[in-house]
């Protein structure tokens, strides 16, 4: 009797065993399914290294920038002491700053030629490009002619169904001495 007990406690102790095992594998019960697994590897953990410190580098210059803006702002203010209230009813119209004319009008037209020679620049740059592409087109619309007539001429046939020679021949001494050129 006590033989029987022991082997019935051993038993049950495997059977724990495996079925802790089991469960621990994913087994009967408490498995993932194969789509929450899936579902589970996909899903992003939370934890990018990379990208935290991206965002860390971001802050950080955004603030420094910041400060540089708060710290540039009072020398602007100090600088040009014109409010727009002044500027409007014309009161300070001998402190305002006082163009010189001609440089404006050399400006202007300085800027008027660069921007005349970039556009024709432009222009230059279209017309060669429309060019090449016109130049490219017909070398394919030529070499597909002629792949078109090598191709009727290789299945011409003489009057008993025999392919003609002549043309195939032709084709391979054209070839051979296309390859002793290069």
Same mark, same amino acid.
């Given at each position: 009797?006590?033989?029987?007990?022991?082997?019935? =406690?051993?038993?049950?102790?495997?059977?724990?065993?495996?079925?802790? =095992?089991?469960?621990?594998?994913?087994?009967?019960?408490?498995?993932?399914?194969?789509?929450?697994?899936?579902?589970?590897?996909?899903?992003?953990?939370?934890?990018?290294?990379?990208?935290?410190?991206?965002?860390?580098?971001?802050?950080?210059?955004?603030?420094?920038?910041?400060?540089?803006?708060?710290?540039?702002?009072?020398?602007?203010?100090?600088?040009?002491?014109?409010?727009?209230?002044?500027?409007?009813?014309?009161?300070?119209? /001998?402190?305002?700053?006082?163009?010189?004319?001609?440089?404006?009008?050399?400006?202007? /037209?300085?800027?008027?030629?660069?921007?005349?020679?970039?556009?024709?620049?432009?222009?230059?740059?279209?017309?060669?490009?429309?060019?090449?592409?016109?130049?490219?087109?017909?070398?394919?619309?030529?070499?597909?002619?002629?792949?078109?007539?090598?191709?009727?001429?290789?299945?011409?046939?003489?009057?008993?169904?025999?392919?003609?020679?002549?043309? =195939?021949?032709?084709?391979?001494?054209?070839?051979?001495?296309?390859?002793?050129?290069?």
């Amino acid at each position: 009797m006590k033989a029987r007990e022991r082997d019935d =406690r051993d038993d049950g102790k495997k059977r724990d065993y495996k079925a802790k =095992r089991q469960q621990r594998l994913g087994g009967k019960k408490g498995g993932l399914s194969l789509e929450a697994f899936s579902k589970a590897k996909s899903m992003p953990s939370g934890f990018n290294p990379s990208l935290i410190k991206k965002q860390r580098e971001f802050y950080k210059n955004a603030k420094v920038v910041k400060k540089y803006k708060k710290s540039v702002e009072p020398h602007n203010h100090q600088n040009h002491p014109l409010t727009a209230q002044a500027f409007e009813e014309g009161e300070n119209s /001998e402190s305002l700053p006082k163009h010189n004319k001609k440089k404006r009008r050399q400006t202007l /037209e300085n800027l008027k030629e660069e921007s005349e020679r970039k556009r024709q620049e432009k222009e230059r740059e279209k017309l060669e490009r429309e060019a090449m592409m016109k130049a490219k087109k017909e070398a394919i619309e030529k070499a597909e002619l002629k792949r078109k007539a090598m191709r009727g001429n290789m299945f011409k046939k003489t009057r008993s169904g025999q392919p003609v020679m002549k043309y =195939r021949i032709q084709h391979i001494l054209d070839g051979l001495l296309d390859s002793e050129k290069k």
